[in-house]
């Protein structure tokens, strides 16, 4: 007989985005185990007046104030509840209206409506790899002392999370993320000067946003997860290592110290990692396609091209010296992409503007939160002074 289990309501910060998208679709194919309490966006007020009349939640907040009039109005005949602003979205994240936060919000702007969960016991999903880059080793303090599970949605640290289950006394000797290589595998600087932001944005195995699609092209996506996996998993920069895997069947893969390798292996589908992490620790049966063994005939892995593409290497450089340096490279990068997003500088200065930042913020080995929020706001500043925005 199957267990009867209580429905897990849910509040998806960063509805709108492509992770948010997805996690309705999860919620709305089982509508017996999920509800959709509350959604926000920042500025999407099309699609999450949509999205609220299709679910019907508990709550919605929109980030941009002057969209809150457009919400209400097209809601009005409903009993959802709406806000706006940046303090809404903390305020609803401190509220006892769900069970599971999924922090889908792209970049700094989810880490406020994140620490606000925590700090209120809430479980997260965290889809937000930007909360753990910027401020990792608070985050994971706090998370301890309010006894507040963090469960990866990124396919590579849920792939890790799923491999590590029942492993708790056995010592992990290296985990291995892996990496499609983006648009642009094997290509060379020559090449990738001319590169426009339509080509980068085609990304050959994902469906993703903007931001995550750039990130994904430069190496810098892989360059955060390393920073993430660091916190999420208690691992030393010396544990992880970065493998080029143009098929994204093999997500990552974990090596214990007696040499077995542990790895998960699935199609590419975001579902997949969110539907895993809102129903954790149950599996949930769905209907989308199978892996088929028999027509992947061919893994092949490589070493990433740190000297092409650099952010990589600027981002090992940032896990390995630790302190603000992860948060400075990420404000930097956030401006870059902004910047090559609006055709306001090229595909490799992004890199240039990330280093000049990295090497003109000072250095503080053992920041508290005020000090991440200043260097955070430094970095945002120099960068777009050096791009003139």
């Known amino acids: 007989m199957e267990e009867q289990r209580i429905k897990k309501r849910i509040a998806i910060f960063g509805s709108t985005g492509s992770i948010g998208r997805q996690a309705l679709e999860v919620i709305q194919s089982h509508p017996d185990l999920f509800t959709a309490e509350v959604l926000t966006a920042f500025s999407n007020d099309a699609l999450l007046i949509e999205q609220a009349l299709a679910v019907n939640p508990n709550i919605v907040v929109i980030g941009d104030p002057a969209k809150y009039g457009a919400v209400k109005d097209a809601l009005a005949e409903t009993d959802i509840k709406v806000?706006?602003?940046?303090?809404?979205?903390?305020?609803?994240?401190?509220?006892?209206?769900?069970?599971?936060?999924?922090?889908?919000?792209?970049?700094?702007?989810?880490?406020?409506?994140?620490?606000?969960?925590?700090e209120n016991g809430k479980a997260i999903g965290l889809a937000n790899k930007e909360t753990l880059v910027v401020a990792g080793d608070i985050v994971m303090n706090m998370a301890v002392e309010n006894r507040v599970p963090i469960i990866p949605v990124d396919s590579e640290h849920s792939a890790i999370f799923q491999c590590l289950i029942g492993e708790v006394r056995n010592k992990i000797e290296k985990v291995y993320l892996t990496a499609s290589g983006g648009p642009f595998i094997g290509r060379k600087p020559n090449y990738l000067v001319n590169v426009k932001r339509e080509h980068a944005l085609q990304h050959p195995n994902w469906e993703m946003g903007a931001k995550i699609s750039i990130d994904s092209a430069t190496l810098m996506n892989k360059g955060l997860e390393m920073i993430e996996a660091k916190w999420l998993f208690n691992l030393e920069p010396d544990q992880i290592d970065v493998?080029?895997?143009?098929?994204?069947?093999?997500?990552?893969?974990?090596?214990?110290?007696?040499?077995?390798?542990?790895?998960?292996?699935?199609?590419?589908?975001?579902?997949?990692?969110?539907?895993?992490?809102?129903?954790?620790?149950?599996?949930?049966?769905?209907?989308?396609?199978?892996?088929?063994?028999?027509r992947m005939n061919n893994l092949s892995f490589e070493e990433p091209d740190t000297k092409t593409f650099r952010n990589l290497a600027l981002a090992i450089e940032a896990l390995e010296k630790g302190g603000n340096l992860p948060c400075v490279m990420n404000a930097a990068n956030e401006i870059a992409v902004y910047a090559f997003l609006r055709n306001r500088i090229g595909f490799l200065e992004m890199t240039d503007v990330i280093e000049k930042v990295m090497s003109q913020v000072a250095f503080i080995q053992k920041p508290s939160l005020a000090d991440y929020f200043d260097s955070d706001a430094e970095a945002r500043t120099l960068a777009a002074d050096i791009i003139k925005l």
Not at 86 to 115: H, R
Not at 247 to 266: N, R
């Open 83 to 118: 806000f706006a602003g940046d303090e809404a979205l903390e305020e609803v994240a401190a509220m006892d209206v769900y069970d599971l936060m999924l922090a889908a919000i792209v970049g700094f702007a989810g880490f406020k409506p994140t620490i606000k969960a925590i």
């Open 243 to 294: 493998l080029i895997h143009p098929q994204s069947a093999i997500h990552s893969m974990v090596q214990f110290e007696d040499g077995s390798v542990k790895a998960q292996i699935g199609l590419p589908d975001m579902r997949l990692p969110i539907q895993y992490a809102m129903g954790f620790p149950y599996r949930i049966k769905n209907d989308h396609p199978r892996f088929d063994f028999k």
